[in-house]
């Protein structure tokens, strides 16, 4: 389940638990085959151009409708943290920051995903439309029995 928590009208913060360890959770996140396999914005393709998972290191996604998301890492602390910019290359793209929180729950892990620096209400609502069917994605390729990441 994701569940919203409270927001100032430019930040959104989800919580999902998902049925994996904190490492594969967090591994899904940092490697190109696996972000591909989950990575579908409200069902649509991604093609992964780069992702050099570093502090300063930068990532370049492609979505179907020919958006490009591109961003750098900021904080990279397996498989605990991750912090990102993240901008949708159109014109009303801008830079925003994510922070992943992976929190060990025994078999469980949640993760807290917290995209701060949106524009307006507007653009938090449109956020907030896409990140549920991402990581709905994400807990069916973890629950996955074919997984090879």
């Known amino acids: 389940m994701i569940s919203p928590a409270p927001h100032n009208g430019t930040t959104l913060v989800l919580r999902r638990t998902f049925t994996a360890s904190r ?44 958006i490009s998301i591109v961003g750098t890492y900021l904080t990279i602390v397996p498989p605990e943290k991750l ?42 609502a449109l956020v907030a439309g896409g990140w549920p069917s991402v990581l709905n994605a994400l807990a069916e390729l973890l629950s996955s029995s074919q997984i090879d990441f």
């Open 83 to 124: 912090v990102f910019t993240w901008s949708a290359e159109h014109p009303k793209g801008r830079d925003t920051i994510i922070s992943l929180d992976f929190h060990d729950q025994g078999a469980m892990t949640e993760i807290v995903l917290t995209h701060e620096g949106l524009s307006d209400p507007e653009m938090r």
């Open 23 to 66: 490492q594969r959770v967090f591994r899904a996140w940092i490697e190109p085959k696996a972000v591909e396999r989950w990575f579908r914005p409200r069902g649509m393709s991604v093609t992964v151009h780069s992702l050099d998972a570093r502090e300063g290191g930068s990532f370049r996604f492609e979505i179907e409708n020919g």
